[in-house]
């Protein structure tokens, strides 16, 4: 059962927030047809083994995109051999990292050397995991330096 809409659909792997709303919000149970179309269209043969659906969460607003779109209060951490390796906003605006509980205990309870959490903020500033995944798909949010994060990582 999925309870009542909005809903937000994926891959396994990707979502297609390029596409928003048509390819990853679904406002009712009668428009998830044509939006898992679109999914399906725009990842193509990058598509990720199935689809997921789970609620639309109602994220902490922190600025307008210059691009278009919302930049809502998202983390993305990196895990390397048992070590958190970076916890950086998702986009190129940050809320305040510090009040996030301490999620390294992930590693004692995640098997693998190599994997991504990401965290989001309602707009009620409640702190969530929102889905745990394989490093190796993961971008690296804008504002991680690839010297830093490949540092980070020969430093373990």
């Known amino acids: 059962m999925l309870g009542p809409p909005p809903y937000f659909i994926k891959d ?8 928003w709303p048509e390819g990853c919000v679904v406002a009712t149970e009668e428009a ?6 679109a999914l399906l269209e725009y990842r193509a043969d990058r598509f990720e ?20 779109g919302k930049i809502l209060e998202e983390y993305r951490l990196f895990f390397f051999k048992g070590v958190l ?7 190129r605006v940050s809320g305040n990292d510090t009040l996030l ?5 992930l590693s004692g309870r995640i098997d693998s050397p190599f ?10 500033g409640r702190p969530l995991l929102l889905e745990v995944g394989d490093g190796g798909s993961s971008a690296l949010p804008p504002c991680l330096s690839p010297l830093d994060f490949y540092t980070a990582i020969l430093a373990i």
């Open 49 to 68: 083994g199935g689809i997921v659906i789970r609620p639309l969460l109602r994220l902490r607003y922190l600025a307008e995109n210059p691009f278009g």
């Open 12 to 19: 396994y792997s990707k979502s297609a927030k390029e596409i």
């Open 85 to 91: 390796i970076s916890n950086t906003a998702y986009d």
């Open 101 to 105: 509980p301490d999620y390294r205990f």
């Open 115 to 124: 994997f991504t959490a990401d965290v989001v903020v309602t707009h009620q």
């Open 32 to 37: 998830m047809t044509p939006a898992i179309r």
